[in-house]
């Protein structure tokens, strides 16, 4: 037992001195991101577009006269990890602002704990609505709700041929892909499509075969398919090979870029719906951000289909610094306070949060753009 | 209906590969008694040599496979000569948790030289699926049902009919007499080791085009291989080659026809009934397990 | 009498902590680790005193987990038949007992199924319940809300003279409820292991034929210590459930199993002390090194110290420690006598006196 109390000690003093040498003079802004696990190609992306945007940023002075350092946190495709990352970003690194988390399952775990310790969070992949609508203040979206996807996908709805007229679900069972799922329902109803089957699939499973075979004789012509980059890759990948009828259109913004390398068969389509194209820069909206973002990208060798997702971590920061800026200084209740102020030219639009929730304890939310693109024999074309 | 034949296949095809992988634990429970826990690492770390030298390497994917086995043979010699050799083998708990310990040094050496990214490995084969009816399967499958098959039949003339497997098979009935006969006992342990390490790789090679390689594989196919080996009866070499099926059929008219959901639940399933009600396994006669 | 005079000792300092070195996320990392430690006390008692090597025991912690967390969030099951169970939130003290009466009652159940069937078989039952309890809690999402986690998970509370009833949610308040919850497991398992139940569950580990022979129950005690060490389990669980407050399928991970079994063969299987300083080292290690090598690395090194550990120090450091710390006390008279006295209770207990 004696031992014991040395090694406390022992830490006592070396955690001190960490904590000493860490307080340097530079802005922090922490992330959580699924670095490892289940969805770790997409976290790694949004991570990634991040660094660059801090980079970029840095290399022109940074914000408010000092530099910037990202602090990211692994949250391992897990929930509590998440909770865990945001402990150790608050109480250990002292930041003003958090990115994240990623998965809608992620950041409503982490909600209560941003709102316990009065940090803003923006959120920068999440699609759940309860995100924004549960009352808590301190939370600022910058991407899509799902409800947002679906209508914008409903105005989309005349240009695909053969017309839609009976879908089936494969959703990740999570928050994003069952919400996913209810609101493009309510659109199918709402147009007169009718939905037919609806399968979940746990987020780390590889083999899809026995929920491809349920929904292949179901009579529909679409499957609606919502999860990460590497269960959208092997889902498509194994209904080509039980030669499912239904064309497949995935959601959610995640592109499963390996079938541009690893094709499909001979003519096999599908569809997805993406926050950002790099196919197709010309029609984005803020085309010198857009390329800058791209720029950048290439320069670091990063995969080209990352961009899809990278923009995410880059608009994020980009919200941040802005935000940072407005409020003159890094605290995180003058940060909140800036960002309902926050105007940015990002990738993916025009950036600003309008109040949604309940009175009083509003969240900010904006209102972002959708592109719809089409990959077949490993070439992606815009389907607009 | 028309889907049962559509299962039946995908199973007899997932079965060839459970098949493989359970050979090679049960295997080395049979002749060492050791509980290799770290035998989906080598599976794992079958998939990734894939992985190197197709996409990396851009290897032709057939002399992978043989890489694979390579591999797999020097991990599992490694493994054997380095860390086994100094444990005394009837200690059983001590064994498994040595395993245990090289499943962790193992997984997270692969975690930290590939990231914890999924990677893919392009088949060589054409996408469109070969269609038979009311069945399609494609053609990569194909090719690793009958490479599976084959790398079976080569195993057991290897078994039963070389030199090789009959010291291992004298061995595996009673160590201590073939020792007597001139059996070099700890070679025998070692080429064991080495033999069952290179199946799990071979099955991860063949297996990585199918699906996706990531650092964390190697769990579900050893609770996998567990399954199997327990279904066949630790040690029976028949066994795991049957049981290998029987998983297989299990999970996919499991998955087919009462829950997609728990697919993979079934293996577990199967070890905890078969250890309640039949712990010997399936087909072995009766063994002393409790 | 210095053994008790020491661990009170250790156990005033451990509580000064916080007075100490009030910084709430070195507190929040040591709480944790102390969570930890409880589990692998647990497993301690299963693996180090009576030889049984489960390899599930992390179900045990989950079972506790979610248990405790549904029965403070109430919850309703649609049993078939159109019948529904319907339980309102209960009190939190209420839900943790009902979290240790639950992982008590399953280490209850795993003991008399698997004690039919021993040694290699025994490991690998004792993993797959683990594996099926994850699969079942990831998929009855009507019931554990699935990959979406339970969150809002109430809080323990602590009643105070002169506030009433107060929320532990401060990481000081959690250091000290977890150093108790600790203390008292501590004791627990040191009165359990000099105790007659004790005696006879070594009795088994060191020659269960010959305990057999002599008349002891076997699967009777081997039973016993199964509830009780999954029953303690389940309260580390239970204690994590409303300390994080939020739970999760993955709570049933291999990856913990393992973590709580190299504390103890790292620590000393089988000494009291062992899983303890096992915990401690391998719990706070995580902090400690980051930024020096990444986790993946981390990892690596401690499967690495589990072999080194297991090839040449199997008794592990407690003892290793205990044996220099006689030696260079005693000189070269410690190399004759087998038994060295000790601060710290090391060795097996068949023979000696309570």
Redesign the interface.
């Known amino acids: 037992m004696i031992k014991n109390h040395w090694i406390k000690t022992a830490l006592a003093a070396s955690l001190v001195t960490a904590s000493v040498a860490a307080s340097a003079d530079s802005i922090k802004i922490g992330m959580t991101q699924p670095l490892t696990g289940a969805v770790a190609a997409s976290g790694t992306y949004v991570a990634n577009g991040a660094k660059l945007a801090v980079e970029q940023i840095n290399a022109k002075g940074g914000v408010l006269g000092q530099q910037i350092e990202l602090i990211l946190e692994d949250n391992k495709s897990n929930p509590r990890e998440a909770v865990n990352s945001v402990e150790k970003l608050v109480l250990r690194d002292k930041v003003p602002v958090i990115i994240g988390a990623w998965s809608s399952t992620f950041t409503l775990a982490i909600m209560p704990k941003i709102e316990e310790y009065g940090v803003p969070l923006i959120v920068e992949t999440s699609s759940s609505s309860k995100i924004t609508t549960q009352g808590n203040a301190w939370v600022f979206r910058i991407s899509p709700t799902s409800e947002m996807e679906a209508i914008a996908f409903a105005k989309k709805l005349k240009t695909f041929d053969p017309p839609i007229k009976q879908v089936d679900f494969l959703s990740v069972n999570n928050d994003w892909g069952l919400g996913a799922a209810n609101e493009f329902k309510k659109i199918f109803a709402d147009n007169g499509i009718k939905v037919n089957q609806i399968e979940t699939v746990a987020p780390d499973a590889t083999d899809l075969s026995a929920q491809l075979a349920a929904v292949k004789g179901s009579g529909s012509d679409t499957l609606i398919v919502t999860s990460g980059v590497e269960q959208l890759t092997l889902a498509i990948r194994q209904a080509a090979e039980q030669r499912l009828p239904q064309r497949i259109i995935t959601t959610g913004g995640s592109f499963p870029e390996q079938l541009i390398a690893n094709p499909g068969p001979k003519g096999y389509t599908s569809t997805h719906l993406l926050f950002f194209s790099p196919w197709t820069p010309e029609a984005a909206i803020n085309p010198v951000v857009a390329k800058n973002y791209m720029d950048g990208w290439k320069e670091k060798d990063y995969p080209f289909p990352g961009l899809t997702e990278g923009f995410r971590g880059y608009d994020a920061v980009l919200t941040a610094v802005e935000a940072i800026k407005l409020a003159g200084k890094a605290e995180p209740e003058a940060i909140k306070e800036a960002l309902w102020k926050t105007a940015v030219n990002g990738v993916n639009g025009d950036i600003a949060f309008i109040k949604s929730g309940p009175a009083g304890k509003e969240s900010g939310q904006n209102v972002p753009n959708i592109y719809v693109v089409q990959l077949k024999d490993g070439v992606v074309s815009s389907a607009e | 209906m028309d889907q049962f034949l559509q299962h039946f296949v995908n199973a007899m095809i997932m079965g060839s590969t459970y098949a493989l992988l359970g050979i090679g634990l049960t295997l080395v429970f049979g002749i060492m008694r050791v509980v290799n826990f770290s035998h989906g690492e080598l599976y794992a770390l079958g998939a990734y040599t894939a992985y190197g030298f197709v996409a990396l390497l851009e290897l032709n994917y057939f002399n992978t496979l043989f890489m694979a086995i390579v591999v797999g043979f020097l991990a599992g010699w490694l493994i054997e000569f380095v860390l086994l050799r100094r444990c005394k083998l009837e200690q059983i708990d001590e064994v498994m948790l040595l395993m245990i310990g090289v499943m962790i040094v193992m997984q997270n050496t692969q975690l930290w030289v590939w990231g914890g990214v999924a990677k893919v490995v392009q088949t060589p084969f054409a996408q469109e699926p070969l269609v038979f009816g009311a069945v399609s399967v494609s053609p990569t499958r194909v090719f690793v049902f009958f490479a599976a098959m084959f790398l079976l039949t080569l195993f057991y003339f290897l078994i039963e009919k070389s030199r090789l497997g009959m010291a291992m098979r004298a061995t595996f009935q009673d160590k201590d007499a073939a020792q007597i006969v001139g059996v070099n006992v700890k070679r025998i342990y070692t080429v064991t080791f080495a033999l069952g390490s290179s199946m799990a790789a071979v099955t991860g090679a063949l297996l990585a085009p199918v699906f996706l390689v990531a650092p964390t594989m190697g769990d579900l196919a050893s609770l996998k291989a567990f399954a199997i080996v327990i279904l066949g009866g630790l040690g029976n070499l028949v066994g795991a080659a049957m049981g290998g099926f029987v998983l297989a059929m299990l999970e996919e008219f499991g998955a087919g026809y009462i829950s997609t959901a728990y697919r993979d639940a079934f293996g577990f399933l199967v070890i905890l009934v078969v250890l309640l009600f039949r712990p010997q396994g399936m087909f072995a006669s009766k063994e002393r397990v409790g | 009498m210095l053994r008790t005079i020491?661990?009170i000792?250790?156990c005033v300092?451990?509580a000064l902590?916080p007075v100490?070195?009030p910084?709430?996320?070195?507190l929040?990392v040591v709480g944790v680790a102390g969570i930890m430690i409880i589990a692998a006390m647990s497993l301690n008692l299963l693996l180090g005193f009576t030889?049984q090597?489960s390899?599930g025991h992390v179900a045990f912690f989950g079972i506790g987990a979610y248990a405790s967390a549904l029965t403070s969030l109430g919850f309703d099951v649609y049993l078939g038949f159109g019948q529904t169970l319907v339980v309102t939130p209960k009190p939190v003290w209420v839900a943790f007992v009902i979290g240790i009466i639950a992982a008590a009652a399953s280490g209850w159940l795993i003991g008399r199924?698997?004690?039919?069937?021993?040694?290699?078989?025994f490991?690998?039952?004792t993993?797959?319940?683990a594996?099926?309890m994850r699969?079942?809690s990831?998929?009855w999402?009507d019931l554990t809300e699935?990959?979406?986690?339970l969150?809002?998970i109430a809080p323990l509370t602590f009643w105070s003279p002169t506030d009433g009833i107060v929320n532990i949610t401060s990481?000081t308040g959690i250091y000290w409820l977890v150093l108790s919850v600790g203390i008292v497991c501590y004791v627990i398992i040191a009165g359990f292991v000099y105790s007659r139940v004790g005696r006879a569950a070594v009795a088994l580990r060191e020659n269960e034929t010959l305990a057999r022979s002599i008349g002891i129950r076997v699967t009777h005690y081997l039973v016993l210590t199964t509830l009780i060490s999954a029953g303690m389990a389940g309260a580390a669980g239970a204690l994590y459930a409303h300390t994080?407050?939020?739970?999760?399928p993955?709570?049933f991970l291999?990856i913990y199993t393992?973590t709580m079994?190299i504390m103890v063969?790292a620590g000393g299987k089988g000494t009291l002390?062992g899983p303890?300083?096992g915990g401690?080292?391998f719990g706070?290690m995580p902090?400690?090194l980051r930024?020096v090598v990444?986790?993946?690395?981390q990892?690596?090194l401690?499967?690495?110290l589990?072999?080194v550990i297991?090839?040449f120090l199997?008794k592990g450091i407690v003892p290793a420690?205990t044996l220099i710390l006689q030696r260079l006390s005693k000189g070269l008279k410690a190399n004759q006598s087998k038994q060295p006295t000790e601060i710290?209770s090391t060795k097996t207990l068949v023979g000696t006196k309570p």
């Open positions: 020491v661990f000792l250790t300092l451990l902590v100490i070195y910084d709430p996320y070195t929040s030889g090597l390899l199924l698997s004690f039919k069937v021993r040694g290699a078989y490991v690998i039952v993993i797959c319940f594996q099926v699969l079942v990831l998929n999402v699935g990959p979406m986690a969150s809002a990481k994080v407050r939020i739970i999760d993955d709570v291999f393992i079994v063969i002390a303890v300083i401690m080292i706070l902090e400690m930024g990444a986790p993946e690395v990892w690596i401690y499967g690495a589990m072999i297991l090839l199997p420690f710290i």
